[in-house]
Structure formats: structure tokens, C-alpha cells
């Protein structure tokens, strides 16, 4: 059985900024413990891990899909509670070649001093596949400004496929790479109706679930217009078009993907900063 934990739900710039939805990404662990890995540690990904009493220093994976703030933020002190604090060399990175060595249009949002850290750092190039921690780990396609960007596919026996999808426009071979999964996370940042190149809308989100066609999906990494406009509504037009079971993401929202998907939790917003683990 895995657990996802959302450390946040909103994405793009002025969701972050204002913190009107969180941003530290998602957190997934197995009910043994092996398995404890970090998806797009955006701002704020350490300190709300430490106020849900996730213990950053049990990572052994981090993931990067592409080299925005949103995303990558937080993926530094996340190296270093992986590599308790930098005093040995431990777990994975696995990062869009953009996050670790820049490209034409972004730099690169790891610093080689951070890269030095864990003790595998696997470039991640679509369509190459890896063992991380037991798990299957296929890199997949997404077609967005950063032109590194990848998606994360995740499979094994115990608890099936999942997958992340991050920022991206719908692509033709998109069931190539997202098919076939019991949960598809997609990152629908505007709303049904208001289009912006290289990101997903809930049009977007329509089509792709119509060809991918997941046990369950859930949308997150909401823009400021998918917030005002209500996240669940959109989930709620995506499930009536697509027939396949949608859910909004919220923060502090778990999944847990065992024999059924199941989910719970209650939204943290509003809650003060101050009950940090005790370290
Ligand atoms: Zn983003
Ligand atoms: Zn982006």
C-alpha cells in the first residue's frame, strides 16, 4: 500500500507567491517505510514536510520534472535532509537534464555542490526507464515552455501504475505514456475555457483522460483563475465527460493506493507554522 501526501495543490506563479494553495509537491511512502520519495519540492515543500510530521531526513528520492521555481524549489534542502545534512552521500536524484544542467531557457536549479549529494543522480530523458527503491520508474513525455520538462511514471506489483504529469499541453502520443495507470495525477492549471500554450486547462484534462483512461485522476498544481473558479467544479465537468472518477487535490489531501484508492485528510490552510517536528 502507498500513501501520496499532497504538500500542496497550486501552481504557477501567483498561487505561489500568495501561497493561496500550497506548493511543496508530493510526498509518496509505503506502508513499510522502504519506499519514501518527493515529486516537484516547490517553495515550501521542507517546511510544510516538517509541519505534517514527514520527516524530510526519511527521503530517499526526489524527482524533478523541470527547472520552474514551482517545481524545484525546495529540491536543494531537500538533498541535504536526504544526505543528513550533507554528512553522507545518499538516496537518488532524478531530474529533467534542464534542473541539473540548464538549457536555453532556463538554468539549471540544483547547484553542483547539491548534485555532489545523493548517491545516484539519473538524468531523466522520456521514454528511459530505471529501478528506484523497487519501483519501475518510466520517464514520459510533456510538451511545456521549459522543453526538458518530463512527466514520472511509477509501477509495481504492489500497488499497480501511477503517474505524474506535470505543467504540459496535450500532445498526440500522450497515451504512449500515460495509459494503462490506476491514477493519473495531472497539473491543470486553468480552468475549462482559458487556454495558455504549454500548460493544461480542464479541456485539456478532458481529452487526455478520454485517451488514457485511468482507474482514477486527480487534478492539482491549481493557477489563481482554476482557484477563483473552483477546482472541484472543474473535477466535477472532467468526471462527467470522461465518466472516469476525478478528485480535486487539496492541501493536506492523502491518497492511499492499496486494493482501492481511497482518500483523506483535511486542508491544513490557515493553520500556523508552528508545530515543526522535534528535531
Ligand atoms: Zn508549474
Ligand atoms: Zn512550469
Redesign the pocket.
Known amino acids: 500500500m502507498l500513501k501520496l501526501i499532497f504538500l500542496g495543490s497550486g ?2 506563479r501567483f498561487a505561489t507567491i500568495t501561497q493561496k494553495r500550497r506548493t511543496g509537491g508530493i510526498r509518496i511512502i509505503s506502508d513499510q517505510g522502504g519506499i519514501n520519495m518527493h515529486i516537484d519540492p516547490g517553495p515550501g515543500a521542507l517546511v510544510y514536510s516538517l509541519e505534517m510530521g514527514l520527516d524530510p531526513r526519511k527521503v530517499r528520492a526526489i524527482f524533478v520534472s523541470h527547472s ?1 521555481l ?2 524545484s524549489n525546495d529540491a536543494e534542502p531537500l538533498i541535504e535532509a536526504m544526505s543528513e545534512g550533507t554528512t553522507r552521500k545518499r538516496g537518488v536524484l532524478v531530474a529533467a537534464r534542464s534542473v541539473l544542467k540548464g538549457n536555453e531557457v532556463c538554468e539549471s536549479s540544483i547547484t553542483r555542490y547539491h548534485q555532489a549529494m545523493p548517491e545516484r543522480v539519473i538524468e531523466a530523458i522520456a521514454g528511459e526507464s530505471f529501478d528506484v527503491g523497487g519501483i519501475n520508474v518510466t520517464v514520459c513525455k510533456a510538451v511545456h515552455s521549459d522543453p526538458d520538462t518530463v512527466g514520472f511514471r511509477f509501477e509495481a506489483k504492489e500497488f499497480g501504475g501511477f503517474a505524474y504529469m ?2 504540459s499541453e496535450y500532445f498526440s502520443d500522450i497515451s504512449k505514456f500515460y495509459s494503462g495507470l490506476r491514477l493519473l495525477i495531472l ?1 491543470v ?1 486553468r480552468p475549462s475555457g482559458q487556454p495558455w500554450e504549454g500548460h493544461m486547462t480542464t479541456d485539456d484534462a478532458i481529452r487526455i483522460i478520454e485517451e488514457t483512461r485511468p482507474e482514477m485522476a486527480l487534478i492539482t ?1 491549481f493557477g489563481m483563475q482554476m482557484i477563483l473558479r473552483g477546482p472541484e467544479k472543474e473535477a466535477e465537468l472532467i468526471e462527467r465527460k470522461t465518466g472516469v472518477p476525478i478528485r480535486a487535490a487539496f492541501d493536506g489531501m492523502r491518497v492511499i493506493l492499496g486494493e482501492e484508492i481511497l482518500i483523506s485528510g483535511e486542508s491544513r490552510r490557515g493553520r500556523d507554522l508552528s508545530s515543526f517536528l522535534d528535531l
Open positions: 501552481g504557477g520552474h514551482d517545481h506535470p505543467d497539473s492549471l498544481h
